[in-house]
Nanobody, 125 residues
Framework: ELRVTESGGGSAQAGGSLRLSCALS????????VAWFRQTPGKEREGIAT????????TYSASVPGRFNISQDNAKKTMFLQIDSLQPEDTAMYYC??????????????????WGQGTQVTVSS
């Protein structure tokens, strides 16, 4: 079983940056993937990026701009989502999710079974 807890959300001005954190715990080994998603009211949850714990390889959703960067710390227990040049349309609830995997996978909701409660990001113009 895996557990994830997001932090780092808040309010920011357009043009600024935020770094979200996802604390990963539970029955850990290298074959774990962690992904970031975001969701706004009335819309489906959108995948942003995935990182494979084993070698740090990453996969980004084609719909996500290059302002997003996923990474992990040396202990592979905290995954980050860096968002640069924030835009008002980045306002959303951001979720971290984890799943056992054999390699990097796309950030699709159906691939992930362990979810956090989310952290809200609000960007004002």
């Amino acid at each position: 079983e895996l557990r994830v807890t997001e932090s780092g959300g808040g309010s920011a001005q357009a043009g600024g940056s935020l770094r979200l954190s996802c604390a990963l715990s539970g029955d850990l080994h290298d074959n774990v993937c962690v992904a970031w998603f975001r969701q706004t009211p009335g819309k489906e949850r959108e995948g942003i990026a995935t990182i494979y714990r084993g070698d740090g390889s990453t996969t980004y959703s084609a719909s996500v701009p290059g302002r997003f960067n996923i990474s992990q710390d040396n202990a592979k227990k905290t995954m980050f989502l860096q968002i640069d040049s924030l835009q008002p349309e980045d306002t959303a609830m951001y979720y971290c999710a984890a799943e056992y995997c054999s390699g990097d996978v796309r950030p699709l909701v159906r691939y992930f079974g362990y979810w956090g409660q989310g952290t809200q990001v609000t960007v004002s113009s």
